[in-house]
């Protein structure tokens, strides 16, 4: 798969050599073909038909098994009747956001039409997912787990688990994701979803997971839904954290865990109590309206089903902070790499720029809309990647949202909102939420720490509460009502990014921008070339890639 083209360029004086080495497809490392069929198909997870999109005739979608620096070359045909496009939430795409899978860095495959990701899950191991990311079609389906695992000689801190299981869990509409859609686009808010699914199964028809007593299994949490905050809890069982999108945690044990809309972690569960069945339960949390839903852990020897009551939830936000802030990093156990986690020691890095984010609802031209920072987001006719890889002038502006809310954070301004940081800087990002509903944010290509979250208003004296030494280090993170979340993050992978609130009519309406990690360098080492094959449109539809 190796293949090596050299361009030479004269530059005035300057002899420019550009080698455009099969940069996507790194020799040596095993490559993974998949090839994906996205269709419609009829599902009832809540015993009434609806349209689902399913890959490969399946829903939830297939997982994808990985090892770190594994080639997946995934080609999705899209048959659905309208453009495509999905990202790979937690896969850093390093030096390649061309491949990252959102509209604000590749074009989306037109219906009827083909195209081949390429990605490599390049240092990394963990839980991760798939969805995909346009016209609200992620209320209908084609999300999937990744799992990457370790490659062998690296340790892993605990025993090889009897099974690793996947557990998607999420909140879901009985709506059609068209007419979810149509409503949003009118300026409407869509309401609360109207069950929880368990790996696609609705509260009437709990799915069950089987164990043999005495054995450990590892259950791999993802909430792939489209806004609620989830809580997982087990009868009977503990749950010992041991994975955070990537991080292998400091093994604490947990009677119940919060799961936020988009985030991931692996549990180890021992079948350690008297063989009969229990209740897994999976409820909605900071809601009035709480929706449950539960499957059964099945021994295999049961004795019986299931009994006495299920387990409550917590209810407090003061609880989930306690429980937030317990997620910490072993700094002694290896993730993908044999040196451990806690050798980069980040509470040691000068913080090089803070940027203060915070949302807002609010309606434009009576319309309603989201935003960060005054600005709510809407798409340009071309991608920002490529506007930005073209020169193509008119398609956004760098500085469109300001580093901190402005005066009026509520009043919102709709704009192809790009912020751009230098490479190599290690910034402070505060996410200040003065709104009453939890949030959740994810930033792509980058994981960051978790350094700290209180309730009220962050204030610079709140750093003296950070965790400067182990805390976790994800993709993905929440912001607690009425409260703020600080992270830092090392821009270390030049590109376009999308940063982006999970709760999805939210992200849809524009609570989202892009980060433009710059450099003047035009090295392959900081970033790839575009791929040759990338697909064109918009204002770039004619170009040469
Ligand atoms: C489309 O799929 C065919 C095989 O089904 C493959 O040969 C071709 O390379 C794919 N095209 C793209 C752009 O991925
Ligand atoms: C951390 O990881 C090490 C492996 O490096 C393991 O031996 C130890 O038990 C783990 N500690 C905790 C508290 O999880
Ligand atoms: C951080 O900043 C301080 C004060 O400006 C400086 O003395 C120190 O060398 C810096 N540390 C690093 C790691 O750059
Ligand atoms: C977007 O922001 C840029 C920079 O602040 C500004 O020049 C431009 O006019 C804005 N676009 C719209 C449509 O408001």
């Not at 420019?16 to 099969?22: E, F, H, Y």
């Not at 809601?287 to 209810?315: C, M, Q, R």
């Not at 700094?331 to 986690?341: F, K, L």
């Not at 750093?463 to 607690?480: F, H, I, P």
Request: charged fraction near 15%; glycine fraction near 8%.
């Amino acid at each position: 798969m190796r293949t090596i083209r050299c361009q030479v360029l004269l530059l005035s004086a300057a002899v420019v050599l550009l080698c455009s080495a099969a940069v996507f497809v790194s020799a040596g490392n095993p490559i993974r073909n998949f090839d994906w069929t996205v269709t419609y198909g009829q599902i009832q997870p809540l015993g009434v038909k609806q349209r689902g999109i399913l890959i490969n005739g399946e829903f939830p979608g297939p997982t994808i098994q990985a090892v770190t620096n594994d080639n997946l070359i995934i080609n999705v045909h899209n048959h659905l009747d309208e453009p495509f496009l999905i990202s790979w939430s937690g896969i850093q795409n390093r030096k390649n956001s061309y491949v990252d899978g959102v509209y604000g860095t590749t074009c989306p495959i037109p219906p009827g039409q083909n195209y081949t990701y390429k990605l490599q899950a390049k240092d990394q191991i963990g839980t991760y997912y798939y969805f995909p990311s346009l016209g609200f079609h992620k209320a209908a389906g084609g999300f999937g787990a990744i799992n990457v695992l370790s490659r062998p000689m690296i340790p892993v801190p605990f025993s090889p688990p009897a099974d690793d299981i996947n557990v998607l869990v999420g909140d879901w509409y009985r709506t059609d994701h068209k007419a979810l859609r149509a409503k949003l686009d009118r300026g409407h808010k869509i309401g609360l979803p109207h069950a929880v699914l368990i790996n696609g199964h609705g509260p009437r028809s709990p799915p069950t997971f089987t164990f043999q007593s005495g054995k450990t299994y590892r259950l791999r949490i993802t909430n792939v839904g489209v806004q609620s905050s989830l809580n997982f809890r087990i009868q009977g069982h503990d749950l010992k954290l041991v994975e955070v999108e990537g991080t292998h945690t400091v093994q604490t044990v947990y009677s119940s865990l919060d799961v936020h809309v988009g985030q991931s972690m692996s549990v180890l569960v021992t079948a350690d109590q008297p063989a009969k069945d229990y209740r897994i339960v999976v409820s909605t949390r900071f809601v009035k309206k709480v929706l449950t839903s539960t499957a059964t852990l099945h021994y295999e020897n049961s004795d019986g089903p299931a009994s006495g009551p299920i387990p409550n939830s917590p209810k407090k936000i003061s609880w989930s902070i306690k429980q937030a802030l317990s997620i910490r990093t072993n700094s002694t156990a290896s993730a993908a790499r044999p040196n451990p986690q806690g050798s980069y020691h980040y509470g040691q890095v000068n913080i090089t720029r803070t940027i203060i984010l915070e949302s807002a609802a609010a309606q434009v031209d009576r319309k309603q809309r989201y935003g960060i920072n005054g600005v709510s987001f809407v798409h340009p006719d071309t991608p920002l990647k490529l506007a930005d890889h073209f020169n193509i002038p008119g398609v956004f502006q760098v500085g469109s949202i300001p580093y901190a809310p402005p005066a009026q954070p509520r009043k919102l301004h709709l704009n192809a909102s790009v912020m751009e940081t230098d490479y190599r800087t290690f910034v402070e990002i505060v996410f200040q939420n003065r709104e009453k509903i939890v949030q959740t944010y994810h930033i792509n290509g980058h994981s960051f720490w978790v350094a700290g979250m209180d309730l009220e208003t962050w204030k610079p004296e709140s750093r003296k509460g950070y965790n400067l030494n182990d805390a976790v280090s994800r993709y993905t993170v929440q912001v607690y009502p009425r409260s703020w979340t600080a992270i830092f993050v090392a821009l270390d992978n030049v590109g376009m990014w999308n940063v982006r609130s999970e709760y999805w009519q939210r992200q849809y309406l524009g609570e989202q921008f892009y980060l433009r990690v710059f450099t003047t360098s035009n090295s392959l080492r900081d970033e790839y070339k575009m791929p040759e094959d990338s697909l064109l449109c918009g204002r770039a539809k004619n170009m040469k890639p």
